[in-house]
């Protein structure tokens, strides 16, 4: 699991619980999904030292509701960071 901000406790508890139900195993890293150089480091270091990748599922968001006409350059990016630039490094 990947997110830019460490986890709250609850999150913590919550991972845990899901490990100790399923027997799955969970990393819990803060990178940027849209960053290609944080990405590589994840690819490197982490992803390349687990069992073969499966799938990757892309949740992460940044939410300003707005019409997309009424969003300024930044706010506009912002949104799309993490859904587009974040697609796109992950495919690298
Ligand atoms: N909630 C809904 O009603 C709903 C409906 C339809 C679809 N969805 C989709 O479901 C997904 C999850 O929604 P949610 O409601 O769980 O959203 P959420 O609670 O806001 O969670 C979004 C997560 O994305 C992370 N994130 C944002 N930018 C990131 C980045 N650049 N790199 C890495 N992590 C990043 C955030 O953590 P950090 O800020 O710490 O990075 C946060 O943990 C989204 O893709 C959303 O479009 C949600």
């Given at each position: 699991m990947v997110a830019r901000s460490p986890p709250s406790q609850m999150k913590i508890e919550e991972v845990a619980a899901l490990e100790n139900e399923t027997g799955a195993k969970v990393k819990i890293l803060q990178a940027d999904v849209s960053s290609y150089e944080q990405m590589r480091f994840v690819q490197t270091n982490v992803l390349a030292k687990l069992?073969?990748?499966?799938g990757i599922v892309l949740a992460a968001m940044v939410l300003h509701d707005q019409l997309v006409t009424q969003l300024d350059r930044e706010t506009y990016f912002k949104v799309i960071a993490p859904k587009v630039t974040g697609k796109i490094s992950l495919t690298l």
């Open positions: 069992p073969n990748l499966a």
